[in-house]
Each structure stands twice: as structure tokens, then as C-alpha cells.
């Protein structure tokens, strides 16, 4: 791994639209007390900033609109280290975006996504920048990107390894005609079982262990609060959540910056542990605040210097 070359990011940047109940839901079809709020988001968009901001740089592939949103979007990608020249962008598309609600003590109820800019992101599209995605130190995408775009960064030759975020039960599937060509993998618990065609009833150690049989070195199956369980080249190891904070904002973001912090330590060399310490530290601090990315993620890495 080049630890000098860039990160390469691929997928989805969108506007999240967020409501969160504030009081006790007493009937359907009713308006209810709550707090609504507005933040760039999208799981790729979300793992490029966790990535610069704990000081890696990025170069991130996504797409960008041009509506009210889309100066959100763009203004959050305005960092050091962050490189967006690559990315797509439309004169006549609005933004991405993922309308979500939650309950009371932050767990999503329901969610809408409209997602067309992600879908240009096709094989012709990255095909002229192919130099600069093999050239990175590592290669992350999400499961938002088309079927077939999928599988050409699964088999591009000389290529950096490949981690994908699962994304959803839906998405996920995307996955499985070429699990034998990715690297890594980040998923919860449904999204493994739908992946594999296997029982939700699994356990964790199942999943992965088959998830590793089907080709797939390294695997993050995140657990909710109860923690994390990785899978790396055979062997397992499960993490405890940190004590979460006695109040949720939000659960938008966790999961993005888990993987960022995980995989920020992996290209510095760190152990498996310090890695995923920091990565569930990331999750924990994310639960915070409404937004996606946490302003004040870098602070994480104070205590990191020289652990390995």
C-alpha cells in the first residue's frame, strides 16, 4: 500500500432531509412535535469527510447537482486534502437526496432516497480516470453505484485493495456475482444474511466466517449497540461498543464513520485493534450530532500517534 498516494472514495453525496419525533407518536396520519433538520450526506460523501478530517487525503468520485442543495453538498467538500475534480456533475439534475425519520430515541423509522446523479457514475464515465483509481492507496466504494460499475472496479487489473459499504439489504446484493474479486467489506447483520441468502437467526461468527469462504479477506459486521465483529484473513475478533451516549441525535452517519476511522488507521500501518478502537470511537462520537460528520472527529486521533 502507498501510504503517500490518496484514498480513492466512489458513490453516493446527497442533501439529508431529517426528522426526528420529539414526543410520544399518539396516532397515524396526524402531524407530531419534532426537530427537522438539513445536512449534506450520502455514505461515500460521508466516509471522504470522516477521511480528511481524521488527516487522510481523499479523492472523491461522486455526483454533483445543480439545484439550492447542491451548494450544501459542494460546501462540504470545501477541505484540505479533499479532491472532487473527478467527480460528475450535472447542469440540469437536482441533488441526491435521502429523506429520513426517526424516533424518539434516534433509530430510523423509515427513509425515501432519490438517487439519480450516483447512477452516472457508470464504467465509461471512470473509465478515463482509471490511472487515478489504481493509483490510490486504497479503494472505497458503496453499494449506490450501478450493478455494472460494481463489477469493473472489482476487475480492474492492478488495482489497490477494494472495500465496499453494503449500504442497504436491497443494494447489498449488488455484491454477489463477484464477492470472490472484493477485499473488504462493511455490513450489518441483515444486510450479511440478505448478501448470503442465509437465515437472519445466523450468528455474527457464521456470517463472517462465510462471507471469508466466499473470498472476502477482511469483513466489518457491525452489531448495532452490542459493537462490532471482524473478520480478517480467517480470524475473528469481537469488539464491545464504547458505553453510547445517554442521549442519540442521531444514528445517520455511525456506520460511515466507523468504516472511516478503521480503515484511516489501517493505511497508517496500525494494528487491527488501535484500528478498530478508533473506528468505534468515530461510531460513538457521530451518535452525537445531527449531522452526518462530526465536526470535531479529528480529536480522535490525539491519543492514536505512535500506536500500532
Known amino acids: ?36 433538520s438539513t445536512s449534506a450526506g450520502g455514505v461515500a460523501r460521508n466516509i471522504a469527510e470522516n477521511l480528511v478530517r481524521l488527516g487522510s487525503s ?13 451548494a450544501s453538498i459542494r460546501a462540504s467538500l470545501n477541505l484540505p486534502r479533499l479532491d472532487i475534480s473527478c467527480c460528475y456533475t450535472s447542469s440540469d439534475c437536482p441533488s441526491d437526496s435521502y429523506l429520513s425519520l426517526y424516533d424518539m430515541t434516534g433509530e430510523l ?3 425515501v432516497n432519490q438517487m439519480q446523479l450516483v447512477n452516472k457514475l457508470t464504467p465509461s464515465y471512470l473509465q478515463p480516470f482509471a490511472e487515478q483509481i489504481t493509483g490510490a492507496a486504497l479503494i472505497i466504494a458503496d453499494c449506490n453505484l450501478p450493478p455494472d460499475t460494481i463489477y469493473w472496479l472489482a476487475g480492474l487489473p ?3 485493495a477494494l472495500f465496499f459499504d453494503g449500504v442497504s439489504m436491497e443494494k447489498i446484493t449488488r455484491l ?10 462493511k455490513c450489518n447483520r ?30 466489518l459486521l457491525s ?25 442519540i441525535a442521531s444514528v445517520a452517519g455511525a ?4 468504516l472511516a476511522g478503521f480503515l484511516h488507521s489501517q493505511c497508517r500501518g496500525m494494528s487491527d485493534e488501535v484500528a478498530m478502537h478508533l473506528g468505534l470511537r468515530a461510531a460513538q462520537l457521530s451518535l452525537t450530532c445531527t449531522e452526518a460528520v462530526h465536526p470535531d472527529i479529528a480529536s480522535l486521533c490525539a491519543d492514536q500517534t505512535g500506536a500500532v
Open 223 to 247: 452489531l448495532g449497540a452490542e459493537g462490532v465483529h471482524l473478520g480478517r484473513s480467517g480470524r475473528q475478533t469481537y469488539f464491545p461498543l464504547p458505553a453510547p451516549p445517554q442521549t
Open 190 to 219: 441483515l444486510e450479511a444474511a440478505t448478501l448470503l441468502d442465509c437465515a437472519v437467526q445466523a450468528a455474527p461468527d457464521q456470517l463472517v466466517a462465510s462471507l471469508h469462504q466466499r473470498g472476502i479477506d477482511t469483513v
Open 255 to 258: 456506520g460511515d464513520a466507523l
Open 58 to 70: 481523499v479523492q472523491l468520485i461522486t455526483g454533483l447537482g445543480d439545484d439550492g442543495f447542491s
Open 158 to 160: 492492478d488495482r489497490p
Open 109 to 111: 423509522i423509515s427513509a
Open 1 to 36: 500500500m502507498d501510504r503517500a498516494a490518496p484514498i480513492c472514495v466512489i458513490g453516493g453525496a446527497n442533501i439529508d432531509i431529517s426528522a426526528k419525533y420529539t414526543a410520544p407518536v399518539s396516532a397515524t396520519g396526524e402531524s407530531h412535535h419534532g426537530q427537522i
Open 176 to 185: 454477489q456475482p463477484c464477492l470472490d474479486q472484493i477485499d473488504g467489506l
